[in-house]
């Protein structure tokens, strides 16, 4: 299994954003992972339609949004018209997820639920037939550089099972926390997509790293 490396640009320097998106690129990411943040269901503020819409003119990159906001359905829309190709939601941020999954799809977006880290699985398993990807989260939402969480791994396994069982075309990705020195953990238990941001972005050489990360996974 050949994984995907998606930088998350919220370890980045956004005083030089654009430079930094062309940076992995060239260094061999696949994605862009962008983390949109409201202050309202994470106690961060991150960015809006508008930068997505800068990023999207500077990389070809499929660009990857992460919507931990409390209204999906109202902004959503919008993050797709700038340019976002995957959008992920929180299933409990939406009155109906099926609905908000089917309108991401609608208005051409892959569409993918986001599972936290004390979100037993089967909460969710109900929308798999609605969805392109699962994001299994590895750290609770809301901020950069936190601690890689060991526990999730069950899950992960979990979910990969259940996908084959269904023989449904989900991909699964894991975001948080996930560095060159344990993506192999993470690729074990059923990871295809790996978000990383400070495991990248604070490293001297992106290119080493993405390489560095990219080999360990695919030697699992």
Known sequence: MQIKIAPSILSADFSRLGDEIRAVEEAGAEWIHIDVMDGHYVSNITIGPVVVESIRKVTRLPLDVHLMITDPDKYGPEFIKAGADWISIHPETCEEPKTSLKKIRELGAKASIAVNPDVPLD???RYFPDI???LMMT???GFAGQAFIEDVLPKIEKAKKVIEQRKLPI????DGG?????IVRVVEAGAEVIVSGSGIFKTADYADTIRRMREAGNKK
């Open 123 to 125: 909460q969710v398993e």
């Open 132 to 134: 392109d990807m699962v």
């Open 139 to 141: 750290v609770f939402p």
């Open 171 to 174: 991909l699964i990705e894991a």
């Open 178 to 182: 996930i560095k060159a020195d344990n």
